[in-house]
């Protein structure tokens, strides 16, 4: 289970940060994603991370803007969402993946939380 926080209403230029703790699986068996849909738009990973080695996916729409990282400790995912632009607006949702190179490939599913962003 994948359960997901911190979404929200912000003005463009605006920060957030996304947080996804996972219960009954073993969170470092997997990879972790942030996937997004805007409305009539198809959903689309954003950043993942490779809890075996470190690696990280970001799509070039929020290089530079998002940061993914992680607290195994916590079993939790955060996404640090900078300099936020209206078009960042989507329902977020966290995934467990099996790999980065294979992320649309997804295991466990979180239930989104809503960013908006006004301009």
């Known amino acids: 289970q994948l359960q997901a926080s911190g979404g929200g209403l912000v003005q463009a230029g605006g920060s957030l940060r996304l947080s996804c703790t996972a219960s009954g699986f073993t969170f470092g068996d997997y990879a972790i994603g942030w996937f997004r849909q805007a409305p009539g738009k198809e959903r689309e990973a954003v950043p993942c991370?490779?809890?075996?080695?470190?690696?990280?996916y970001y799509a070039d729409s929020v290089k530079g803007r998002f940061t993914i990282s992680t607290d195994n400790a916590k079993n939790t995912v955060y996404l640090q969402m900078n300099n936020l632009k209206p078009e960042d607006t989507a329902i977020y949702y966290c995934?467990?993946?099996?790999?980065?190179?294979?992320?649309?490939?997804?295991?466990?599913w979180g239930q989104g939380t809503q960013v908006t962003v006004s301009s």
């Open positions: 991370f490779s809890n075996s080695d470190g690696s990280t």
């Open positions: 995934a467990a993946v099996f790999t980065i190179a294979t992320r649309n490939d997804v295991k466990y």
